[in-house]
């Protein structure tokens, strides 16, 4: 009964993270698509009716950093990461769970030291009213909230991720 209970709470876990995960990714996706009309206008207005938008560079730079952030969790999800396949491409997959949840454990220690960090920026910028020392002058807020609920949620993905080696590992479904 306990464990029936555990392994349902698993598979919740694990629907929900790839779910939002998905989520977030299609959202970061239509992101370039925003940067590259910024830095269109930025290039028009500038060189084609010569009025500069002093912005346009900065909230491109914005756009794109949020698109790595929000990025993160997919790319985990999908397996698109960059990997050293010089011995992982000759494991078998309960071979390549086990050496993926050593990797995923290095992984979380990087994501919460990063965690702990963005936190502290975070606070930072909502104590201080931190801005940009640009022309613009925008407020920093918006862009570290997002990169800690990004750190977030590439923290549960990467717990999905250990529910779905463990599984390999043990033979049974979470789907």
Not at 1 to 9: D, F, I, K, Y
Not at 92 to 118: N, Q, R
Not at 143 to 156: D, E, R, S, T
Request: net charge neutral.
């Amino acid at each position: 009964m306990g464990s029936h209970w555990l392994l349902n709470a698993v598979r919740f876990h694990v629907r929900v993270v790839d779910r939002v995960s998905d989520f977030i990714g299609l959202i970061a996706m239509y992101l370039i698509f925003a940067m590259v009309a910024i830095l269109l206008l930025d290039a028009v207005t500038r060189n084609v009716i010569e009025i500069p938008l002093h912005w346009c560079i900065e909230a491109a730079q914005f756009t794109l950093a949020a698109y790595y952030f929000m990025g993160g969790a997919m790319t985990l999800k999908n397996n698109d990461h960059v990997r050293m396949d010089l011995f992982y491409e000759g494991l078998s997959a309960k071979g390549k769970a086990k050496l993926d949840l050593v990797t995923i454990t290095c992984l979380i220690f990087y994501l919460a030291v990063l965690l702990i960090g963005s936190m502290s920026s975070l606070e930072y910028a909502i104590d201080t009213n931190e801005t940009r020392f640009s022309m613009w002058n925008p407020s920093m807020i918006p862009i570290k909230a997002l990169m800690v609920g990004c750190i977030v949620l590439m923290l549960l993905q990467s717990v999905s991720l250990i529910f779905k080696h463990v599984a390999t590992i043990w033979e049974f479904e979470l789907k």
